[in-house]
């Protein structure tokens, strides 16, 4: 497996990843071609629906097998297929935790049907009594601990529901937004599932990794990562957007690098802007703790330098 060990891969998943005899990946996250008709570079998102299927069926039973026992499976899909995901799923024996809703927060307008807004992402694990799930990484605090100070409030917050309106579309005027790729995944909707369903140098495997996003964020968070691609312009750039990950690492800050992304995705997580949290004794508060119980490493965080490390992360 070495030769694979953060790399991204050009090649078409099902043959490149049906060379792997031995399940390795702690986590998989695919976002496959919808069949919707958008506009690759590679490949034709419009194809029959039968043959679109069986092709679904192959790659899912590909990523499948190189699950490990204790594996996670997550898959974005689109309405048109969902249902058929979910049976093929029941068929190759995973288990769904979740049927999670991405509400994405704004679609294409429509003039003769509402909105689309949504992605479905289905949760599955190989082993239904035996799987990763950090709840303790991904909790936020509760509207008890937010606004109504309430006494019986968990002080460890509260799981999110499976319904995510936290992470907006990466739209063209965004800073995240590469560019080069038409679909591309906020950094922070992928940190959730890895933070969730992986720990420190787990395997995460993305099959159809288009801008890089799984990969970008495993690394963010110090995971290890196989990405496959089937457009070579779409791997050589997913490249350099790791390779500019590592010029920003931040040298001048207390915290790590893996801190200091878990200090973003928990600004976001909160749905707050930075400058009210600094500003709120009781909301920084907590921050601060909510920060501590996700990084779960017995450090101890100052408020001062939450503060500031906060301070270094606003726009
Ligand atoms: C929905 S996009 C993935 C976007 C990705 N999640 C991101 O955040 O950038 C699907 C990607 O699958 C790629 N693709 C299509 N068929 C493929 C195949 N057989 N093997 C590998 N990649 C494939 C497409 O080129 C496209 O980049």
């Known amino acids: 497996m070495q030769k694979f060990l953060n790399k991204i891969i050009c090649g078409d998943c099902i043959e490149v990843l049906g060379k792997i005899r031995k399940p390795f990946a702690d986590l998989i996250f695919a976002d496959p071609p919808f069949n919707i008709g958008y506009k690759y570079d590679k490949y034709n998102d419009r194809i029959k629906k039968k043959n679109y299927i069986a092709w679904t069926k192959d790659w899912m039973t590909v990523c499948k097998n190189l699950l490990k026992p204790r594996g996670s499976f997550y898959i974005a899909i689109g309405d048109d297929y969902a249902a058929n995901v979910k049976i093929i799923a029941d068929e190759l024996g995973l288990f769904m935790r979740n049927w999670i809703i991405w509400h994405y927060t704004f679609g294409q307008q429509m003039k003769r049907k509402f909105s689309r807004s949504h992605t479905h992402i289905f949760y599955f694990v190989n082993d239904k009594d035996n799987f990763t799930f950090n709840d303790h990484a991904v909790r936020v605090p509760s509207d008890r ?50 933070a969730a369903s992986s720990n420190s140098e787990d395997w995460v495997l993305d099959p159809f990794s288009g801008s890089g996003t799984t990969p970008v964020t495993a690394a963010q968070l110090g995971r290890n990562y196989l990405g496959v691609e089937i457009s070579n312009e779409y791997v050589e750039n997913a490249k350099k957007r790791l390779a500019q990950l590592k010029k920003h690492k931040q040298a001048d800050s207390f915290l790590n690098s893996t801190e200091l992304n878990e200090l973003k995705r928990l600004v976001v997580d909160i749905k707050k802007p930075v400058k009210q949290i600094t500003a709120d004794k009781n909301l920084l508060e907590l921050f601060a703790n909510q920060f501590a119980l996700r990084m779960n490493n017995h450090k101890r965080y100052s408020k001062k330098e939450i503060v500031m490390a906060l301070e270094g992360i606003a726009d």
């Open 145 to 194: 601990q937010l606004i109504y100070n309430d006494s019986r409030a968990n002080p460890a917050g509260k799981m999110p529901d499976d319904v995510w309106h936290e992470y907006s579309r990466v739209c063209g005027t965004f800073k995240e937004r590469t560019g080069w790729h038409p679909c591309q995944m906020p950094e922070s909707l992928l940190k959730r599932i890895i």
